[in-house]
């Protein structure tokens, strides 16, 4: 994603960004702004709804703060997260109300406050604080990366904690209980984490990126979507595109590539999410267009030969718009071509792809929402139109909360009605049980929806739906980040009997083309 970002840059002729300065980066107060927003959609590491709100809660602006918590969000450093939320918060407040559990840790977790966030702060106990050698400080972190390494006998884990309690209390000092605390803090350092390097590494690029999108959002995040990368779905990443400020073009099958390309405050959609597209038509398409533009869909067909589906595909996704025919009649077009072709085949004919064109009656062209719907189709999102902008004509919307306002319902139970960005199914390692992270988006922003196991057992074949969805649960808060514990879900369907077309389509038409942003302040002109 960085490296395609900056050739784009590259190819338009702008100057070097110079996000290679990463003095730079962590420097920028715009850079600064969107990870302290949470506005990080599509930057590396830093986007998945669980960093997001841990960045925001913990309050993270700089550097050394970003490398901890992405290790902290780790399954390996669950356990005592809240308390360095808790701690480092009142630091940046000039409070300070705890201490060390020993004297001796204070030169290992000073930076995180009493927390282990690394791998390394295992060893290193282990070593300075135990007086264990080297060697058997590092099986111990081998040990605690249960995850890579394999389960651990029993009796390992017993020789193990009475090796490291004798040595916390002989070569510290430590009392028994500091020791057994502090043996309790190491041992519950388990599953995966990071090791400092690693984590830093990972926060390098973070802030890189996070450059990219402050001051170039349309050639990053259009490099996010060319690559099918990030935690969400692409509808989401282009949704998130609108949001910075960023106008999108049609599709067209003589100005797109294969990629996504941005310039500018515009994107234009590459063909590569077009639906059963083969990469063989895909290619010839790049191939046969640098030699000369397609005429028209007849030119097309008879330099492309691609399949009669994904000539269709590409008609209901707008690639020949610009050809004068509405789609309908493209599609006629299309039938004739293909059914006179097979006849002539048939008996030993050659066929003038050129020979049907203009032969086509007065077809009324496709409504805006037909013309949406059939993107969402195709392309799996909308093109022509924003989903999120006729989400509330559902019948399904009445009395929901929106997703900005969910913040003014901590303690209640609400309704809410969005869109599905992303999903992660995650199983409970004490229970073994499943359970689901959901993100919804309206037109307002996005919600996080908890199924905890028992609902999600309830529900589970709903959510194997596409939605929208509209969901009941209760508002939860914590360090300010909010999110909703779900109770019940049903799925809604796209029909003429369920949301007025036409009416739809005005709203589709307003807002066609529109550029909106909510962040004064960081879009570039």
């Known amino acids: 994603?960085?490296?395609?970002?900056?050739?784009?840059?590259?190819?338009?002729?702008?100057?070097?960004?110079?996000?290679?300065?990463?003095?730079?980066?962590?420097?920028?107060?715009?850079?600064?702004?969107?990870?302290?927003?949470?506005?990080?959609?599509?930057?590396?590491?830093?986007?998945?709804?669980a960093q997001t709100r841990l960045n925001k809660k913990a309050q993270v602006e700089t550097f050394e703060e970003l490398a901890i918590t992405s290790s902290l969000v780790r399954p390996a450093g669950a356990s005592y997260c809240l308390q360095f939320i808790d701690r480092h918060r009142k630091m940046k407040m000039g409070v300070r109300d705890w201490e060390f559990l020993h004297p001796?840790?204070?030169?290992?977790l000073?930076?995180?406050h009493d927390v282990c966030a690394f791998q390394e702060d295992v060893t290193k106990i282990c070593h300075h604080v135990a007086g264990l050698s080297f060697k058997q400080a590092d099986k111990i972190r081998k040990m605690m990366n249960s995850l890579h390494e394999g389960s651990v006998e029993d009796r390992l884990w017993i020789e193990t904690e009475r090796e490291f309690l004798a040595g916390?209390?002989?070569?510290?000092?430590?009392?028994?209980?500091?020791?057994?605390?502090?043996?309790?803090?190491?041992?519950?350092?388990?599953?995966?984490?990071?090791?400092?390097?690693?984590?830093?590494?990972?926060?390098?690029?973070?802030?890189?990126?996070?450059?990219?999108?402050?001051?170039?959002?349309?050639?990053?995040?259009?490099?996010?979507?060319?690559?099918?990368?990030?935690?969400?779905?692409?509808?989401?990443?282009?949704?998130?595109?609108?949001?910075?400020?960023?106008?999108?073009?049609?599709?067209?099958?003589?100005?797109?590539?294969?990629?996504?390309?941005?310039?500018?405050?515009?994107?234009?959609?590459?063909?590569?999410?077009?639906?059963?597209?083969?990469?063989?038509?895909?290619?010839?398409?790049?191939e046969e267009k640098g030699i000369r533009e397609f005429a028209n869909v007849e030119d097309f067909i008879s330099r492309v030969g691609a399949y009669r589906h994904?000539?269709?595909?590409?008609?209901?996704?707008?690639?020949?718009?610009?050809?004068?025919?509405?789609?309908?009649?493209?599609?006629?077009?299309?039938?004739?071509?293909?059914?006179?072709?097979?006849?002539?085949?048939?008996?030993?004919?050659?066929?003038?792809?050129?020979?049907?064109?203009?032969?086509?009656?007065?077809?009324?062209d496709y409504s805006l929402t037909e013309k949406c719907l059939n993107e969402l189709h195709i392309l799996g999102f909308m093109l022509s139109g924003n989903i999120l902008d006729i989400l509330d004509l559902h019948p399904k919307s009445k009395g929901t909360v929106p997703a900005g306002e969910i913040a003014n319902f901590v303690g209640k139970g609400i309704k809410v009605f969005g869109w599905p960005v992303t999903e992660r199914v995650h199983t409970v390692s004490t229970t073994g049980k499943?359970?689901?992270?959901?993100?919804?988006?309206?037109?307002?922003?996005?919600?996080?929806?908890?199924?905890?196991?028992?609902?999600?057992?309830?529900?589970?074949?709903?959510?194997?739906?596409?939605?929208?969805?509209?969901?009941?649960?209760?508002?939860?808060?914590?360090?300010?980040?909010?999110?909703?514990e779900a109770v019940n879900i049903r799925s809604a369907e796209w029909s003429p009997s369920q949301i007025d077309f036409e009416l739809a389509s005005q709203r589709l038409t307003r807002s066609a083309g529109y550029v909106y942003t909510d962040l004064p302040g960081i879009v570039a002109a």
């Open 1 to 49: 994603v960085f490296r395609d970002a900056i050739d784009q840059l590259r190819e338009q002729g702008l100057r070097d960004p110079e996000a290679w300065n990463l003095e730079k980066c962590y420097a920028d107060p715009k850079v600064k702004e969107i990870i302290a927003k949470g506005r990080t959609k599509g930057i590396f590491y830093i986007e998945s709804p």
């Open 110 to 112: 000073s930076e995180t």
């Open 434 to 484: 499943t359970m689901m992270f959901l993100t919804l988006e309206d037109q307002t922003g996005s919600m996080d929806v908890i199924f905890w196991p028992r609902n999600y057992g309830r529900f589970a074949d709903v959510l194997a739906k596409p939605g929208p969805y509209e969901v009941w649960g209760k508002v939860t808060e914590e360090w300010d980040t909010h999110c909703l």
């Open 168 to 286: 916390c209390i002989k070569n510290s000092g430590l009392t028994v209980e500091q020791a057994r605390e502090l043996w309790m803090r190491v041992s519950s350092f388990t599953g995966f984490s990071f090791c400092k390097s690693h984590s830093a590494s990972y926060a390098q690029l973070s802030f890189k990126c996070t450059y990219l999108k402050a001051h170039y959002p349309a050639q990053f995040l259009a490099a996010v979507i060319s690559n099918n990368h990030g935690f969400y779905s692409k509808d989401a990443y282009i949704n998130e595109a609108r949001r910075w400020g960023i106008r999108i073009l049609p599709l067209d099958i003589n100005k797109s590539g294969i990629k996504y390309v941005g310039k500018h405050n515009w994107m234009r959609p590459g063909i590569m999410h077009v639906r059963n597209l083969t990469d063989k038509t895909s290619s010839r398409i790049v």
């Open 104 to 108: 001796s840790l204070e030169p290992i």
């Open 310 to 364: 994904e000539v269709e595909n590409l008609v209901l996704a707008g690639a020949f718009d610009g050809f004068g025919l509405n789609q309908p009649e493209l599609l006629y077009v299309i039938d004739g071509i293909y059914g006179r072709h097979r006849s002539l085949a048939e008996n030993g004919l050659q066929f003038d792809v050129f020979g049907t064109r203009d032969r086509h009656p007065n077809h009324s």
